[in-house]
C-alpha cells in the first residue's frame, strides 16, 4: 500500500534533501560566496545514499520492519552530512543554511512514527486471530 501517510513524509524528505542539495545554498563566508551541498563530493554522496535509501524505503511497505532500518539508516546519512558540512567549513556555529536540515531529519521521525503505528496495528490484528 504505497498511498500511506508516511509515504508522503518520506517523499517530502526525498524533496528537501534534493532541495537542499541543488538549489538551497547551506553557507554563505565572508567574501558572499554560497556554498552548497554538491560542492563536497563527501556531503553530495551522503545526501544522495539517504535519498535512494528512503526512496527504497517506500517501495519496502511490506517489510516494515526493513522500513524502519533502511529510515534510520538514511537519517544517519543526514546527520554524517550535516557534520560533515559543518566541519569542513572550521567555523565554530553552524550558519542559518546548515538548519535546514532538520526538516528531512524531522520528516523521517514522523514517517517512522507511522510506520510503527502500523506495526502495532497490525500485530493487534494478530493476536485477535
Same mark, same amino acid.
Given at each position: 500500500?504505497?498511498?500511506?501517510?508516511?509515504?508522503?513524509?518520506?517523499?517530502?524528505?526525498?524533496?528537501?534533501?534534493?532541495?537542499?542539495?541543488?538549489?538551497?545554498?547551506?553557507?554563505?563566508?565572508?567574501?558572499?560566496?554560497?556554498?552548497?551541498?554538491?560542492?563536497?563530493?563527501?556531503?553530495?554522496?551522503?545526501?544522495?545514499?539517504?535519498?535512494?535509501?528512503?526512496?527504497?524505503?517506500?517501495?519496502?511497505?511490506?517489510?516494515?520492519?526493513?522500513?524502519?532500518?533502511?529510515?534510520?539508516?538514511?537519517?544517519?546519512? /543526514?546527520?554524517?552530512?550535516?557534520?560533515?558540512? #559543518?566541519?569542513? !567549513?572550521? $567555523? @565554530?556555529?553552524? +550558519?542559518?543554511?546548515?538548519?535546514?536540515?532538520?526538516?528531512?531529519? /524531522?520528516?523521517?521521525?514522523?514517517?517512522?512514527? #507511522?510506520?510503527? !503505528?502500523? $506495526? @502495532?496495528?497490525? +500485530?493487534?490484528?494478530?493476536?485477535?486471530?
Amino acid at each position: 500500500m504505497i498511498q500511506r501517510v508516511q509515504t508522503i513524509y518520506l517523499f517530502f524528505a526525498i524533496l528537501f534533501m534534493q532541495a537542499i542539495t541543488y538549489l538551497l545554498a547551506v553557507t554563505v563566508d565572508a567574501n558572499n560566496i554560497e556554498s552548497y551541498t554538491y560542492d563536497s563530493i563527501y556531503a553530495h554522496l551522503t545526501i544522495l545514499i539517504s535519498s535512494f535509501l528512503l526512496l527504497y524505503s517506500i517501495f519496502q511497505f511490506k517489510n516494515r520492519k526493513k522500513q524502519l532500518l533502511l529510515n534510520q539508516v538514511s537519517k544517519l546519512f /543526514v546527520s554524517a552530512t550535516f557534520f560533515i558540512l #559543518f566541519f569542513s !567549513k572550521g $567555523e @565554530s556555529m553552524p +550558519q542559518e543554511g546548515m538548519f535546514v536540515f532538520i526538516i528531512p531529519y /524531522v520528516l523521517i521521525l514522523i514517517a517512522n512514527r #507511522f510506520i510503527k !503505528k502500523d $506495526e @502495532s496495528l497490525v +500485530q493487534s490484528a494478530d493476536r485477535l486471530r
